[in-house]
């Protein structure tokens, strides 16, 4: 089964690795192309949380960040891997990304000044706004107590980059859209097109933003269309049982989503220009 990342395409698993206490119960496998990060049927979150892995960091990769190098690979009954519950990956398509040299984010923003690509900032703040992501940074809802959910180890500071510097990469993609939740045709409601929330915007992502990369951000936003959308969600293997209904209802949100957000994030960003100085 192919993937995305040209390049990259591994098509047997060779061994376990490790087993790792995620929510979606990912297992570091070794590859015919090497070490990789596996995400597979049979996890307690059920296997939409897959299909917004794959639509998500595509349209990560579409948007101009930097993504891990990914593609879906089939297991098969004789690839015998065990989560860190104690539960096992099921045969079926599974989303794998290639391991690289690096380590997530720890929340020290000198880290962020060493970047090789401080503009994915940005751009990352808007991508996760864009796609609902409540896994990196994110508010409570409207109306809601509660505190903000933090996930720093969702910021990659890979190795692969320019001497003494560091590359930002987005990783996991599983909590876009619906927050872990299944996808359904309540997709297209209003509320969730129109959440006002900014999301990955960590407290120490604030002095990286700049209001010339999000204009960028937001052009680019602009360019979504249903066919390249269509591409994305039509990819999804039938065994993540996302019907064609659901299918078209999530497009509509990614479509709406980005013309809503295009047209309020930078006011919501930086409300001060708002104000008669």
């Known amino acids: 089964m192919s993937g995305s990342t040209a390049g990259w395409q591994p098509t047997t698993i060779r061994r376990f690795v490790r087993a790792l206490p995620t929510s979606a119960r990912t297992v570091l496998v070794e590859t015919d192309l090497g070490k990789g990060y596996l995400k597979a049927i049979g996890g307690?979150?059920?296997?939409?949380?897959?299909?917004?892995?794959?639509?998500?960091?595509?349209?990560?990769?579409?948007?101009?960040?930097?993504?891990?190098?990914?593609?879906?690979?089939?297991?098969?009954?004789?690839?015998?891997?065990?989560?860190?519950?104690?539960g096992h990956a099921e045969r079926g398509p599974a989303f794998i990304t290639r391991a690289e040299s690096g380590e997530p984010w720890g929340g020290d923003p000198r880290q962020l000044k060493g970047l090789a690509n401080p503009e994915d900032i940005s751009r990352l703040v808007v991508f996760d706004t864009w796609t609902l992501n409540c896994d990196r940074h994110s508010e409570p809802p409207e109306g809601r107590v509660g505190r903000n959910r933090v996930n720093q180890a969702n910021v990659f500071l890979s190795e692969e980059a320019p001497a003494r510097q560091l590359l930002l990469k987005a990783i996991d993609h599983t909590h876009c859209f619906t927050c872990g939740r299944p996808l359904t045709r309540?997709?297209?409601?209003?509320?969730?097109?129109?959440?006002?929330?900014?999301?990955?915007?960590?407290?120490?992502?604030?002095?990286?933003?700049?209001?010339?990369?999000?204009?960028?951000?937001?052009?680019?936003?602009?360019?979504?269309?249903?066919?390249?959308?269509?591409?994305?969600?039509?990819?999804?293997?039938?065994?993540?049982?996302?019907?064609?209904?659901?299918?078209?209802?999530?497009?509509?949100?990614?479509?709406?989503?980005?013309?809503?957000?295009?047209?309020?994030?930078?006011?919501?960003?930086?409300?001060?220009?708002?104000?008669?100085?």
């Open 44 to 86: 307690p979150e059920g296997p939409h949380t897959l299909a917004c892995e794959w639509v998500g960091t595509q349209l990560a990769k579409w948007f101009g960040l930097a993504t891990l190098d990914f593609a879906l690979v089939h297991l098969t009954e004789e690839d015998d891997l065990p989560f860190a519950d104690g």
């Open 186 to 277: 309540a997709l297209r409601f209003v509320d969730r097109i129109k959440d006002r929330r900014v999301f990955g915007l960590f407290p120490e992502f604030r002095e990286f933003l700049s209001q010339d990369r999000v204009a960028l951000a937001v052009r680019r936003l602009r360019q979504i269309d249903r066919a390249t959308v269509g591409r994305m969600t039509q990819t999804i293997p039938r065994e993540w049982d996302v019907n064609t209904d659901v299918q078209e209802a999530l497009v509509d949100l990614i479509l709406s989503r980005a013309e809503f957000v295009a047209d309020s994030i930078e006011a919501r960003l930086w409300p001060q220009r708002e104000l008669p100085f």
